[in-house]
């Protein structure tokens, strides 16, 4: 414990401190949940060994640390298999005795190692206090895992620390810095020295740099192994407070300071924006749409966690988005609410790679309305007002929505079928593909002519963005029809439909937005609506541009009479 670097301690320690003074993060990590929401085990840290024991609130209440890290790649855990919590070494790690910390991954000795030096005696790892499977029949290990992985916003938030170990490539890599830091020169002291007018920058070594304090990407440091885990995203915005260990600099940040061992520090502004309390300056729609997209920017092992991943942060944010709207209810990434324009809104996320994503899962996860039911990071182009309101005008009505649940009781995990039933303007289409040509060239649509306001409503601009491989489908021995799929393939003339969802002003310019639906064979059990029997897939999104120099630009009179007045319901 003493090869650590004294200065790195001292920086904790300091923090951690000055952190209980801070009203705002004392709140939050003594605001109790329900004992159901604990989680069921916690690692004591004794002087040579450590054991698994049940969690005592009473005791352990805001008095244990959590660990963030990467577990490494599948073949460097299978050439160095890590020791586990299983049935097989459960009553080891459960007994008196304990198991000694050199039985551990280097991380996990790192992370035992600074919680002694900063007296905290327990800490969550969830290699040590969720049953880890065996193998894929361990039905067991699932059931611990599908309860205890739903607990990770009381984990991360009532935790007297979080360790994020960022920079380390798997469990054996370590974090902790050993004899003498040699990270950023420390800015505070290098600054006193300047005259005024002078300002100092950082740099590593002997090799100037740009400062390297970027608030913008304070989370997410550049190199750093864990910015390509999707879980580890989670468990740092949902943190009270936190120290990073980048591979530049050691980070700590709580509700009320963000600061480095440089010595910088990032505005209140930027505090206020990213702050888990009421005082965030984003509208709690735009906040989850935000996360969404940068929780897709990660990579992880296994698309079945994706909802699972993200549940804390829905979790988090719920309370906020009930100040904000009516009626709040999750279903599998989409925030059903009052608010017509904030519920339409979530629907108009687009694919990132477009056609060229896998639109199969080998597992079901959400129903096609929902970003979580492909494998791609979802982006939303739709601007907001002022960060308060999306810039859109909804023009279809959501009449329904549904969802059934793996689990009954995790409203927040992944779903086994669901619907959303849209009342709107809805017009007949065809579309064809043709992959060859890259897109968007090859994908095209055509609109059947609807009387009187045909040539009025029709746009030379029209954005088309399928969300995935598409491939064309029997849905009887008479009728096709365009599904997801796994793999490219040709298809000729189609038909489908657009459903309007709504439009955004751009100066004296408009863009429609609809969502591009096929019918489909219902194969998902559980949904009982009668409504239901019938439906349809989503398989992209469709804008209408019009700008000044356009001819005719529509009125919303014109827009609410663009197609046949329609009730349609995606799965």
């Known amino acids: 414990d ?118 905290i005696g327990y800490i969550w790892i969830d290699a040590l206090c969720i049953l880890q499977a065996q193998d894929k029949n361990d039905i067991r290990a699932k059931n611990d895992w599908e309860i205890e992985s739903t607990k990770m916003e009381v984990v991360y938030s009532k935790s007297k620390l979080t360790i994020i170990a960022a920079a380390g490539t798997s469990c054996h890599s370590g974090f902790l810095p050993f004899g003498s830091y040699n990270g950023v020169t420390v800015l505070d002291s290098i600054q006193s020295l300047l005259p005024p007018g002078l300002q100092a920058i950082c740099q590593e070594g002997n090799n100037p740099s740009e400062f390297h304090f970027d608030s913008a990407r304070y989370r997410s440091s550049d190199g750093d192994a864990i910015t390509m885990r999707a879980w580890a995203y989670q468990e740092e915005i949902l943190s009270s407070r936190y120290i990073k260990f980048s591979n530049r600099d050691v980070q700590w940040k709580c509700y009320e300071l963000t600061e480095c061992m440089c010595g910088d520090r990032v505005s209140e502004e930027y505090m206020a924006q990213w702050g888990r309390s009421g005082r965030s300056s984003l509208d709690p729609f735009l906040r989850w749409t935000v996360m969404v997209s940068s929780y897709f920017g990660k990579y992880d092992s296994l698309s ?54 896998p639109g199969v899962q080998d597992t079901y996860i959400a129903p096609s309305f929902s970003w979580a039911s492909l494998d791609a990071n979802p982006r939303n182009h739709i601007g907001w007002h002022k960060s308060i309101e999306p810039a859109m005008e909804s023009i279809c009505r959501i009449t329904n929505i549904n969802t059934t649940l793996v689990r009954e009781e995790d409203i927040f995990g992944r779903a086994s079928a669901g619907y959303i039933t849209i009342q709107g303007q809805v017009r007949e289409c065809f579309i064809w593909w043709n992959p060859s040509t890259y897109q968007p060239e090859g994908f095209k649509l055509h609109l059947e002519p609807m009387k009187d306001n045909f040539l009025r409503i029709e746009s030379p601009r029209r954005d088309i963005r399928p969300d995935c491989f598409l491939s064309q489908f029997k849905l009887d021995s008479e009728t096709t029809s ?53 439906g349809y897939q989503r398989i992209g999104m469709v804008r209408y541009k019009y700008g000044a120099d356009w001819r005719f630009t529509p009125t919303e009179e014109d827009i609410k009479h663009w197609g046949t007045e329609e009730e349609v319901t995606i799965f």
């Not at 805001?62 to 790649?73: K, Q, T, V």
């Not at 804390?312 to 324009?341: F, K, N, V």
């Open 304 to 357: 079945t966690d994706k909802l699972v991943a993200i549940s804390g942060l829905a979790r988090m944010l719920e309370p906020t988005l009930e100040l904000y709207a009516t009626s709040i209810r999750y279903h599998a990434g989409i925030w059903e609410c009052a608010s017509q324009d904030a519920a339409v809104y979530q629907l108009c996320w687009e694919s990132s790679a477009g056609i060229h994503t």
């Open 482 to 534: 365009v599904q997801r799929s796994g793999s490219e393939s040709a298809f000729g003339r189609t038909g489908a439909k657009v459903v309007l969802l709504g439009y955004t002003r751009y100066g004296e310019g408009l863009n429609v937005i609809g969502l591009l639906i096929a019918p489909q064979i219902i194969k998902y059990h559980g949904i009982n609506d009668r409504r239901a029997r019938v």
């Open 2 to 119: 003493s090869s650590v670097d004294p200065s790195v301690v001292s920086f904790v320690q300091s923090k951690l401190k000055g952190c209980s003074s801070h009203s705002n993060c004392q709140q939050a990590i003594t605001q109790l949940p329900n004992l159901a929401r604990w989680p069921a085990r916690m690692v004591e840290i004794l002087k040579e060994t450590i054991r698994v024991v049940k969690f005592d609130a009473n005791k352990m209440s805001g008095e244990f640390a959590a660990l963030s890290y990467c577990w490494g790649s599948q073949e460097e855990l299978m050439r160095k298999p890590p020791y586990l919590m299983t049935s097989s070494t459960m009553s080891e790690l459960t007994s008196k005795a304990g198991v000694s910390m050199d039985k551990m991954p280097l991380t996990l000795q790192h992370a035992f190692t600074l919680c002694k030096l900063l007296g």
